[in-house]
């Protein structure tokens, strides 16, 4: 089900494409929905989610020693995933996981994707890494 709530061309407007359509149709104009036959349109060549280029959001939880945002910064520099701000709250206690989160320029989404699966088999992620795409608008 879908509902559509807003003004639109108007009653005036919407009455004339009607009576067109139907002077189309007694004069026996064939009127193709998107301009050509259903028989000439092709298949869109979409490419896969990983070819989708975006910006990301990501969060990870690591155990805050040192090393371990070096480690991050060069996989994600190997897969060619450029960071645009990272932040990190440090704890006392080094054995307390912390925070990473990290926001990249615009990337190819199977760039980041192998990155993050890199980072995730380290040994200092205590939780599975999360990803959002940033959405422009």
Not at 61 to 66: A, E, G
Not at 77 to 102: H, K
Request: negative net charge.
């Amino acid at each position: 089900t879908s509902l559509s709530v807003g003004f639109g061309a108007g009653q005036n407007a919407t009455a004339s494409a009607v009576v067109a359509d139907i002077i189309d149709l007694a004069r026996g104009n064939e009127i193709h929905t998107f301009g050509v036959p259903a028989n000439d349109l092709v298949d869109a060549d979409w490419g896969g989610v990983g070819d989708s280029v975006s910006r990301f959001y990501v969060r990870l939880v690591v155990v805050d020693k040192p090393g371990v945002l070096a480690e991050i910064s060069a996989i994600m520099r190997d897969n060619n995933v450029s960071m645009e701000a990272v932040l990190q709250r440090g704890e006392d206690d080094e054995n307390v996981p912390v925070s990473v989160v990290i926001t990249s320029h615009l990337v190819k989404q199977s760039n980041i994707v192998k990155a993050l699966d890199l980072i995730a088999q380290k040994q200092n992620l205590s939780e599975s890494p999360c990803l959002m795409r940033i959405e422009s608008v």
